[in-house]
C-alpha cells in the first residue's frame, strides 16, 4: 500500500533548478513559472476572480493557499496535478560551492539564455556541472520580445561551444524583438500548431494565447510565418529531433524560446517539464546498489543554513528526499554516525515565516532544524541500512592560511573551523608543515571567505586573519607521489579534511605543465569542474 502510494507520488514530482548567468531572467522565469501554474491550477477549481490583482498579492494569497511554498532552498509550485520542486541556485555574488550542490539534488535543469547574449560565463561553468553530473538540461530561450540574435545562430553556438545537441519543441515566429508567437514542433516532429500570443496589460499572470491553424497563422503573420517555416524546414533537414535517450544522457537538449516578462511561453516551458523531465527514480548507494523510490525512507543533506533565524542560533540541514514518505516526528539513523536524529521539529520557511512539513515524498525537499550534527553529504534513513556517496566537492581556485586574531580563543577557532567545514561553506586542509594552528581554506568562489570572516568573528568569537596564498589550482594526488611533489618549487600538498583526499597546490596552468612535463608520471588528477 504504502509503495504504491510512494510510487505515485514520486511519479508526480519534478525535481529541478534553473541555471543561468546574472541577468538573464532567473527570479522573472521563477515568479512567472508559479504564477502561471497557479492560474491553471486553480483555474479548474475556483471561478474567475473578477478584478487583476497584483503580482504581489497573488504571492502571499498562493503561499496561505498552500499552492506554492517558498523556502530558502526550494520552491514547490502545483501544477495541474503535478508537484514541481524548483531548487534554488544562489547566483550573483554569492555564487560559490553551494550553487553546485544543487545540481546534486535534482533531477533535471532549465538553462535559461538570454537571447541576445546566448551562452555566459555563470551559465557556462553551470552547465558543466550538469554535464559531469548528466542531469539532463532544457533549454529557455529568454527575452524573446526584445532585439536579439537569430534562433539558428544560437542552436549553432548552442552545439559547437558546449556540443550540446540542441532539439527545439517550438520555433518562434517573428524575429527576437518582433515576437508573435510560437510554432509547437512536439516531440515527435508531430504538432504544427501556432499559438500567437496578445500582451496583456500590467504582466499579467498568463498572457493570452490564441491556438491557430496553418492556415490562419500564414494569413496572421505573413512574411514572419514563411520565415519560420523555412527555418523549420532546414531543423528537419539538419536531424534536429527530440530525442529522449541523449536528452536523459545529457547530450541533447529540448529548446523553447520564449519571453518570461510577459510570460510568454511560460506554460509551454511548464508542459515541457512536466512531460520530459524525469520523475525521482531509485539512487545509487556509496557501492553502487540502487535504493527504489519505494524503499523506506532516505534522504541526503545538500546544503547547510545557519542563523537563518536570529532568536534561536539554529542550525538547518536541506534534505533531498530520496525514497520513501517522510513523516513529521520521525525517528531517522544518520548514517555517519549510527545514531538516531529525531525530526520533530522539521519545517519549512515560508518567505520570513517557517511551518511545519508533515509528509513528504521522492523529490521533495525538508528542512531539519537543530541539526549541528550534520555535515553536508550526510545520509538520513529508516529501515534498511543505506549511505549514499559524499557529493563532490569542486575544483576549488581561491586559497588562503587562517588564523586566530586572538591565540586565547583557539578552542573556538578550532569549533569554528570545524563546523564550517561540515557545512560545506569552505573546504578546509592542512598539513604537517603548516600545522593545526594555520589551515589553509580552499574556495571556489572568493566570496566564501568573507563568510568564514564574518561568521568566525561574529558566531564563534574567534575573529580570524586570513592570509591569500599564490596558488590557483588544485589537482588530486596520491600519498606515494605527494613526497616527490612536496621537494617540487611552485607546488604544495595538503590534506583535505573532510575526505582525507591528498590535494596539490599549483601557483598556475603553466607551472603545472611545466611539473607534467618534466615529471611525468606523477598523478596529478583534475577535480571536478568549476572553471
Ligand atoms: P536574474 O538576475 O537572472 O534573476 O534576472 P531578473 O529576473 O532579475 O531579470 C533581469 C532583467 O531582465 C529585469 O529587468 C527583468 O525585468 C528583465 N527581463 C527578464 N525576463 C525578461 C523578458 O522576457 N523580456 C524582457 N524584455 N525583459 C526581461
Known amino acids: 500500500m504504502t509503495g504504491t502510494e510512494v510510487l505515485a ?23 512567472a513559472l508559479a504564477l502561471h501554474a497557479a492560474a491553471i491550477t486553480s483555474a479548474g477549481a475556483v471561478h474567475g476572480k473578477g478584478d487583476r490583482r497584483g503580482v504581489t498579492s497573488d504571492w502571499m494569497d498562493m503561499e496561505q493557499a498552500r499552492g506554492i511554498s517558498i523556502t530558502s532552498a526550494a520552491l514547490r ?13 544562489p547566483g550573483h555574488a554569492d555564487f560559490s ?42 533549454t529557455f530561450v529568454n527575452k524573446w520580445d526584445r532585439p ?85 524546414e532546414l531543423l528537419g533537414e539538419i536531424g534536429a529531433q527530440y530525442d529522449e535517450a541523449s536528452f536523459l544522457a545529457g547530450e541533447s537538449s529540448p529548446v523553447l524560446f520564449g519571453a518570461a516578462l510577459p510570460n510568454f511561453g511560460v506554460g509551454g516551458l511548464l508542459d515541457t517539464l512536466v512531460d520530459l523531465a524525469p520523475a525521482p527514480g531509485s539512487k545509487a548507494d556509496e ?10 525512507f532516505s534522504g541526503q543533506v545538500f546544503k547547510m543554513q545557519a542563523g537563518m ?15 520513501g514518505r517522510f513523516e513529521r516526528g520521525m525517528v531517522l539513523t544518520h548514517a555517519a554516525t549510527g545514531r538516531p536524529f529525531a525530526t520533530k521539529y522539521t519545517q519549512q520557511v515560508f518567505g520570513s515565516e517557517r511551518t511545519t512539513v508533515e509528509t513528504a515524498f521522492p523529490g521533495d525537499v525538508i528542512a531539519l532544524v537543530n541539526a549541528a550534527a550534520l555535515s ?6 529508516e529501515g534498511p541500512k543505506v549511505v549514499y556517496p559524499p557529493i563532490p566537492s569542486f575544483a576549488p581556485e581561491h586559497f588562503a592560511v587562517a588564523r586566530a586574531k586572538d591565540a586565547g580563543r583557539y578552542k573556538q577557532f578550532q569549533r569554528g573551523i570545524a563546523q564550517l567545514d ?19 581554506l580552499a574556495a571556489v568562489g572568493p566570496l566564501q571567505f568573507e563568510v568564514v570572516q564574518h561568521r568566525m568573528a561574529e558566531e564563534f568569537k574567534a575573529p580570524i586573519e586570513l592570509a591569500n596564498l599564490d596558488y590557483t589550482l588544485a589537482r588530486r594526488t596520491t600519498a606515494a607521489d605527494a613526497e616527490k611533489l612536496h621537494a617540487l618549487s611552485g607546488c604544495e600538498v595538503l590534506r583535505r579534511r573532510s575526505d582525507g583526499e591528498l590535494l596539490v597546490l599549483v601557483h598556475n596552468k603553466w607551472r603545472l605543465r611545466v611539473i607534467e612535463r618534466e615529471h611525468p608520471g606523477l598523478v596529478m588528477e583534475p577535480l571536478l569542474a568549476g572553471g
Open 9 to 31: 507520488e514520486a511519479g508526480r514530482r519534478r525535481t529541478f533548478a534553473v541555471i543561468s548567468h546574472p541577468d538573464a531572467g532567473k527570479s522573472t522565469l521563477t515568479e
Open 77 to 89: 509550485i502545483d501544477y495541474d496535478g503535478r508537484v514541481l520542486n524548483l531548487l534554488d541556485t
Open 97 to 138: 560551492e553551494d550553487t553546485y550542490r544543487v545540481l546534486s539534488a535534482v533531477d533535471a535543469a532549465i538553462m535559461l539564455l538570454d537571447s541576445a547574449k546566448g551562452l555566459e560565463a555563470q551559465t557556462l561553468k553551470l552547465f558543466e556541472v550538469c554535464r559531469a553530473r548528466r542531469v539532463p538540461v532544457i
Open 148 to 232: 536579439g540574435r537569430e534562433p539558428l545562430e544560437l542552436l549553432d553556438e548552442i552545439e559547437q561551444r558546449i556540443g550540446l545537441r540542441p532539439t527545439p519543441v517550438n520555433w518562434p515566429v517573428g524575429i527576437a524583438g518582433d515576437f508573435r508567437g510560437v510554432v509547437e514542433l512536439g516531440t515527435g516532429g508531430q504538432g504544427r500548431e501556432y499559438v500567437k500570443y496578445h500582451r496583456t496589460p500590467g504582466g499579467a499572470t498568463k498572457a493570452e494565447e490564441e491556438r491557430m491553424d496553418a492556415e490562419a497563422a500564414a494569413e496572421a503573420e505573413g512574411r514572419a510565418w514563411e520565415q519560420a517555416q523555412e527555418e523549420i
Open 287 to 296: 557501492k553502487g546498489a540502487e535504493r527504489p523510490v519505494e524503499a523506506p
Open 309 to 323: 533565524d536570529k532568536a534561536h542560533r539554529d542550525r538547518m540541514a536541506f534534505v533531498r528526499v530520496s525514497s
Open 376 to 381: 553536508v553529504g550526510d545520509t538520513l534513513y
Open 422 to 440: 561540515a557545512e560545506g561553506v569552505v573546504q578546509v586542509l592542512s598539513s604537517d608543515v603548516r600545522g593545526e594552528q594555520a589551515p589553509v
